[in-house]
């Protein structure tokens, strides 16, 4: 079977910096992505983590440790409209694919 | 290069009937996948195909059914809906269905069933 963990709820201030972490359980692992949902609309792509690691896409970046089965979002420079769900995946299953998204951490960005 | 889309965006039906979504992947994509994402939850994948074959699921009863078309188009037919069918239903493509292809989502059907 396979599982995620995130924080549920995060809150910071324009400008700052912060950290979503994810925890997975898998029984296969083909990398770690992150996507952004805000309210109403659909998710979108952010990063994608293989290797273990830090990506960097522009005020976004994204670690993965396969040892510790953990990833982090990390988003710099907070912005109103960062202010959304960000979802975890994981592919799982024989050949990876079964996509399988985490609970959503819910980042409110306060003025 | 025109997007994914889904059709209808919204729909409202009652317990027992059988409904039918639509998705329209981006273009050069030959792979799609439906997800069903409750409120408040992360998206639950229901299936994926690749060139017209069905070639992963996740855990839904065969209620849940599916077809892919020769111009990638998609459907999802759910059968007896149940109320805790209501949800958001995504569908989202990619080039080819490999582990390191990126999705890219549609903006969903909201589903209400009474």
């Known amino acids: 079977g396979q599982s995620l963990e995130q924080p549920s709820e995060v809150t910071a201030v324009e400008g700052a910096i912060v950290q979503i972490n994810c925890t997975y359980q898998t029984s296969g692992f083909y990398g770690l992505s992150w996507y952004q949902q805000h309210d109403g609309g659909a998710p979108t792509f952010l990063s994608y983590?293989?290797?273990?690691g830090l990506e960097e896409t522009g005020r976004f970046s994204s670690f993965l440790s396969r040892s510790d089965s953990y990833g982090y979002l990390l988003l710099q420079e907070l912005q109103m409209k960062d202010s959304a769900s960000y979802f975890c995946?994981?592919?799982?299953?024989?050949?990876?694919?079964?996509?399988?998204f985490g609970p959503g951490t819910r980042l409110s960005v306060l003025p | 290069e025109t997007g994914v889309t889904q059709s209808p965006t919204h729909l409202i039906k009652t317990r027992g009937q059988q409904v039918t979504l639509r998705c329209s992947s981006q273009s050069g994509h030959n792979t799609v996948s439906w997800y069903q994402q409750a409120l408040g939850q992360g998206p639950q994948f229901i299936f994926q195909?690749?060139?017209?074959?069905?070639?992963g699921r996740g855990n839904f009863p065969p209620r849940f059914s599916g077809l892919q078309f020769p111009n990638y188009s998609s459907e999802l037919n759910v059968n007896a809906l149940e109320l805790d069918d209501s949800a958001l239903y995504l569908c989202?493509?990619?080039?080819?269905?490999?582990?390191?292809?990126?999705?890219?989502f549609g903006p969903g059907t909201r589903l209400t069933v009474l």
């Open positions: 995946a994981v592919r799982d299953g024989m050949s990876g694919q079964n996509f399988v």
């Open positions: 983590n293989g290797l273990d």
């Open positions: 195909y690749y060139r017209e074959e069905e070639n």
């Open positions: 989202a493509s990619s080039l080819s269905g490999g582990v390191t292809d990126t999705q890219y």
